[in-house]
């Protein structure tokens, strides 16, 4: 284990929690006091780091490993499995025919999309209506049109030669890539809010239109 621990750079400590948590599968035991490690237990454990780092939560990331083990068979099943690791449970009062709506507006058929997606949509909507702020159309028109189109490239480069390799792309994509999709948001707003609310033009906050 210190071995492992040297190669990872994760401490021994961390390592025997995540033992405990059932995110690291066990060495191979030589003894009642040593276990050999290999690489799939450097690489799991980079696994595990990156989704701790990202905010996934242990029971998340529990999730996250289980699937990548025995992943199902088909491919929206799995997308689910990989969304259910890092969404929040359902909570009442959600606007589910408006995420219905909108589901159908990203190209969305009847009864092809798993329930707790459209919860998540519907709890989004609710929350921001719980803090009395409703979105511009033009602007949710935007988030749809934007959605449709990373989602596609993202489904796109699923490899199609490897099973194995299908499931790490779409699991890790999944709960990986959302990190980089705010940082991107928000790098992407202070070039519009340079571009609009530079000095001296005429969209400035307080000067006259």
Do not use: C, N
């Not at 450097?42 to 990202?54: I, K, S």
């Not at 699991?171 to 990986?176: E, I, K, W």
């Amino acid at each position: 284990m210190a071995e492992l621990s040297a190669t990872s750079g994760v401490p021994v400590a961390t390592i025997k929690y995540y033992l405990r948590e059932g995110l690291l599968p066990e060495g191979v035991r030589t003894s009642a006091t040593q276990a050999t490690y290999g690489d799939a237990h450097v690489q799991r454990l980079r696994v595990v780091r990156a989704l701790v780092d990202a905010g996934v939560s242990i029971a998340g990331a529990r999730k996250v490993v289980a699937t990548l083990d025995a992943p199902p068979s088909d491919t929206a099943e799995l997308l689910g499995a990989a969304h259910a690791a890092v969404a929040p449970q359902r909570t009442d009062g959600v606007s589910l025919a408006e995420a219905e709506r909108l589901a159908e507006r990203l190209g969305r058929q009847p009864g092809t999309s798993a329930p707790e997606r459209l919860a998540e949509v519907a709890r989004a909507l609710d929350t921001l209506r719980g803090a009395g702020f409703e979105l511009p159309p033009a602007v949710v028109d935007a988030y749809v049109t934007a959605m449709k189109d990373v989602a596609a490239a993202e489904i796109a480069g699923v490899p199609a030669d490897s099973r194995d390799e299908a499931v790490r792309y779409v699991v890790l994509g999944t709960t990986l890539a959302e990190p980089l999709l705010l940082a991107l948001r928000r790098l992407a707003q202070d070039v519009a809010a340079t571009e609009r609310f530079a000095p001296g033009t005429a969209t400035a906050p307080g000067t006259a239109t």
